[in-house]
């Protein structure tokens, strides 16, 4: 029998990608993973760490505010004691004063206007003296009032996010 091309009859069964010229398939496989999954679980580890972290620093930022709310509070407190006393220390020196002019209206010598004056300033000063103590002393205590509220409040924040 003659053979040509009109009777021979070629089967291929090789896919050019996954078989080879035999019929046997060539095996390039991973073991399956399921990257759907696993991108799922690092996504909601992800958004579970966020929501952890958003509460906390919501609860940071409130305490925080009932800090400052706290510390200005005291702040004005002092503020209101410290301007009353001025207000009172002005009061005082300005009746000291009137004092004096009614006292120098009634001197008849020269010599009893130098003696007024040298005594007026004299308790012009002592005055000055200890309203300035004072009133440093009310301006420190208002600093230390303000500030400690702040300082034991962030010391409390701050060790509490580092723990």
Not at 66 to 82: F, H, P, Q, W
Not at 96 to 115: G, M, N, P
């Given at each position: ?139 420190q205590k208002v600093a ?20």
């Amino acid at each position: 029998m003659l053979v040509n091309d009109a009777n021979v009859k070629v089967e291929t069964h090789a896919d050019p990608v996954t078989e080879n010229a035999n019929g046997a398939k060539l095996r390039f496989e991973l073991p399956l993973l399921n990257f759907q999954e696993l991108f799922r679980g690092f996504a909601e580890q992800g958004a579970a760490q966020a929501r952890k972290n958003i509460e906390s620093m919501k609860s940071t930022s409130e305490e925080i505010s009932d800090v400052l709310r706290e510390a200005c509070s005291m702040n004005v407190k002092g503020t209101i004691d410290y301007g009353a006393r001025v207000i009172e220390i002005s009061k005082n020196n300005t009746s000291a004063t009137l004092e004096f002019f009614s006292r120098l209206a009634e001197t008849r010598s020269l010599l009893d206007i130098v003696h007024l004056s040298i005594a007026q300033s004299r308790e012009a000063f002592e005055a000055a003296s200890v309203q300035n103590r004072e009133l440093w002393a009310l301006a420190q205590k208002v600093a230390i009032d303000t500030t400690e509220p702040i300082k034991t409040g962030f010391n409390r924040v701050l060790q509490r996010t580092v723990a």
